[in-house]
Nanobody
Framework: QVQLAESGGGLVQAGGSLRLSCAAS????????SGWFRQAPGKEREFVAA????????VYADSVKGRFTIWRDDAKNTLYLQMNSLKPEDTAVYYC?????????????????WGQGTQVTVSS
């Protein structure tokens, strides 16, 4: 069992940057593949980025590739998402998630643990 808590959301103008953090507690965070998802009002939750347990491989949604960067610091039990060149369409609640398997996946249902989310609002 692992507990996840996101922070770092807020209001930013288009073109700005934010860094999200996800603090993990419970079982060893390094044992989990981790990812970020987001859910905009009236839309389904969607994949943003994911990273392997060792952190050697990352996967991004096409909509954020080149603008967002995911990484992890297992010594601090923390997952990060650096978001640059933000656009109004990035506005959503951002969730971190973890899964016990070894494979990185974009599939929401494959993740076992979820945080409560942090709101990101990008104004035009």
């Amino acid at each position: 069992q692992v507990q996840l808590a996101e922070s770092g959301g807020g209001l930013v103008q288009a073109g700005g940057s934010l860094r999200l953090s996800c603090a993990a507690s419970g079982r060893t965070f390094s044992s989990y593949v981790s990812g970020w998802f987001r859910q905009a009002p009236g839309k389904e939750r969607e994949f943003v980025a994911a990273i392997t347990r060792i952190g050697g491989s990352t996967v991004y949604a096409d909509s954020v590739k080149g603008r967002f960067t995911i990484w992890r610091d297992d010594a601090k039990n923390t997952l990060y998402l650096q978001m640059n060149s933000l656009k109004p369409e990035d506005t959503a609640v951002y969730y971190c998630a973890a899964r016990a398997g070894a494979l990185v996946t974009r599939t929401l249902s494959s993740y076992d643990y979820w945080g409560q989310g942090t709101q990101v609002t990008v104004s035009s």
